[in-house]
């Protein structure tokens, strides 16, 4: 209402309420949020990728890369909605700033599933790689597991805390759910990578291209979880490692697919080197010798195969045509 001079009266600044510096907190995290929907987008042509060039893969696969886009998904919701509820909702309201939101907790459980997933996904190529070594998988499983039983108790912990400031109070499990982490993604990394090298006969080319597959996942995914661990270390106070772990999950999402969609670019390598090198049996090479370096070769490239399902419902390889999977 107007006052009798005709001037409206400007509110008291000393009514409003001080508002926290939010850039290294909320501003972190959405930018973390930002960058997770970008990779998001990838996923999603990956995913499509995927469903468009191997449809022919077995009802396990699918299932396994429909359940992961479908989690990511939810993921990017719960996060938009931690986002919104903090910078739009509650943006004037500074103790609501450091309350805690359901979400967030469930994000991490969420982020937990995507990696057991993910993980069991590349144990089950050890076990083929190594030729079903039970002491090997069994010992890659236990970690993988023990890692799923931390970050189950971290979301506990996050679950039951009221402020935010209380996630300092799970650093030890932070620490210990990136540690195992990392072990598991290098033991991984590791044990595709000798068992390939250590086969790799016939064209050496493409599982020189399998290992620096491997071997680039490998890397990505514990060099995020050394930054996570580093920022947690050393700027707990704020959530600038909330950000990078928002973008972990999407790298263990597009680890799985990236592999799964590689096998066609590493399938026409092959019958390209094939065909390149049948000129050799005018070069006086032997068709035995030939044979057997095939033979060696079906076997590193089988290490990562999947399985499909012919008319008769049973699960074949696809070697003898030349389809190279992970």
């Not at 209402?1 to 409206?8: C, V, Y």
């Not at 499983?141 to 996630?167: K, N």
């Amino acid at each position: 209402m107007a006052t009798p001079g005709g001037t409206i009266p400007s509110p008291d600044p000393s009514a409003a309420p001080a508002m926290p510096n939010l850039n290294s907190t909320f501003g972190a995290y959405l930018i973390g949020v930002y960058v997770s929907l970008i990779v998001y987008g990838i996923t999603i042509l990956q995913t499509f990728i995927y469903f468009q060039n191997y449809w022919s893969d077995g009802i396990v696969m699918k299932s396994i890369v429909a359940s992961l886009w479908t989690l990511e998904t939810v993921r990017q919701a719960f996060s938009a909605h931690a986002a919104y509820h903090y910078l739009v909702i509650n943006y004037f309201n500074p103790p609501e700033l450091e309350r805690n939101v359901w979400t967030i907790p469930i994000n991490t459980l969420t982020t937990a599933i995507i990696i057991l997933i993910t993980h069991f996904c590349f144990i089950q190529r050890v076990w083929y790689v190594s030729k079903k070594n039970k002491w090997i998988v069994a010992g890659l499983t236990i970690i993988c597991l023990v890692h799923f039983g931390v970050m189950v108790a971290l979301f506990e912990e996050m679950w039951r805390a009221v402020m935010l400031s209380d996630y300092r109070k799970s650093n030890t499990l932070i620490f210990t759910a990136l540690a195992l982490s990392l072990v598991t993604d290098g033991s991984i990394s590791i044990a595709l990578t000798y068992f390939l090298y250590s086969n790799r006969t016939g064209i050496p080319s493409v599982v020189n291209r399998i290992i620096a597959l491997i071997v680039n996942n490998g890397i990505l995914l514990s060099g995020s979880d050394v930054v996570i661990v580093i920022l947690v270390s050393i700027m707990s106070h704020n959530f600038i490692y909330m950000g990078v772990f928002q973008v972990v999950g999407n790298l263990y999402v597009n680890a799985v697919l990236a592999t799964l969609n590689a096998r066609n670019h590493l399938r026409a390598h092959q019958k390209q080197k094939e065909l390149s090198g049948s000129g050799g049996w005018r070069n006086g090479r032997s068709m035995a010798h030939n044979q057997a370096a095939d033979n060696r070769m079906q076997f590193s490239l089988q290490s990562m195969q999947d399985t499909s399902h012919d008319h008769s419902g049973e699960r074949t390889a696809n070697l003898k045509s030349g389809q190279v999977s992970f």
